[in-house]
């Protein structure tokens, strides 16, 4: 199975910060690499796919890059909705592996 | 528009078996993937399996080998996913997603999550 592993675990910081989240695949995923957003208490939605496109209706502060193993998810200013928990998830093959999650909260 | 819709939750005791429904509307059932993902209290995503409502193929984690079924019913556009021999450690909350037809592919939409909680 590819190993996902995000870093930070969590992360505090303020309204208009700009923040990035890593995730890193234990083999190559070429660019087989998703991010989804998830509030308390809601289901996870997709915010970037395959690894840099930004998903129809989703905020253009929100950015994805990498290839290969190593991936970043770029919050350009925060805002107040986007403290939630973020994941990355590996499509290349299954099972279809997420990261452990970054907690993104408010300092 | 294109959405998923579960079942309500479920409080099952230990050993008991638990089948939560995933009812698609808005596109054609046949043409996508539909995966199980469930998340513990407090815990991360846990992908669970996969079914293709096409042909009922299914793919599940290593995991759950033994213990879950996915299955579908074509006239309905929905998805089951039974779990049996249910343990404490089982409670979570179940979603499914539906997997987007390209070749790199995500999840999306998403059920809005059915809660499995075991207890005696």
């Known amino acids: 199975d590819i190993q996902m592993t995000q870093s930070p675990s969590s992360l505090s910081a303020s309204v208009g910060d700009r923040v990035t989240i890593t995730c890193r695949a234990s083999?190559?995923?070429?660019?087989?690499l998703n991010w989804y957003q998830q509030q308390p208490g809601k289901a996870p939605k997709v915010l970037i796919y395959?690894?840099?496109s930004l998903q129809s209706g989703v905020p253009s502060r929100f950015s994805g890059s990498g290839s290969g193993t190593d991936f970043t998810l770029t919050i350009s200013s925060l805002q107040p909705e986007d403290f939630a928990t973020y994941y990355c998830q590996q499509s290349y093959n299954t099972p279809r592996t997420f990261g452990q999650g970054t907690n993104l909260e408010i300092k | 528009q294109v959405q998923l819709v579960q079942s309500g939750a479920e409080v099952k005791k230990p050993g008991a078996s638990v089948k939560i429904s995933c009812k698609a509307s808005?596109?054609?059932?046949?043409?996508?993937?539909i995966h199980w993902v469930r998340q513990a209290p407090g815990q991360g995503l846990e992908w669970m399996g996969i079914i293709n409502p096409s042909g009922g193929t299914t793919n599940y984690a290593q995991k759950f080998q033994g213990r879950v079924t996915m299955t579908r019913d074509t006239s309905t556009s929905t998805v089951y996913m039974e779990l049996s021999s249910l343990r404490y450690e089982d409670t979570a909350v179940y979603y499914c997603?539906?997997?987007?037809?390209?070749?790199?592919?995500?999840?999306?939409?998403w059920g809005q999550g059915t809660l499995v909680t075991v207890s005696s």
């Open positions: 997603a539906r997997e987007s037809a390209t070749t790199i592919r995500w999840f999306d939409p």
């Open positions: 395959a690894a840099s």
């Open positions: 083999q190559s995923i070429s660019s087989y």
């Open positions: 808005g596109y054609t059932f046949t043409t996508y993937y």
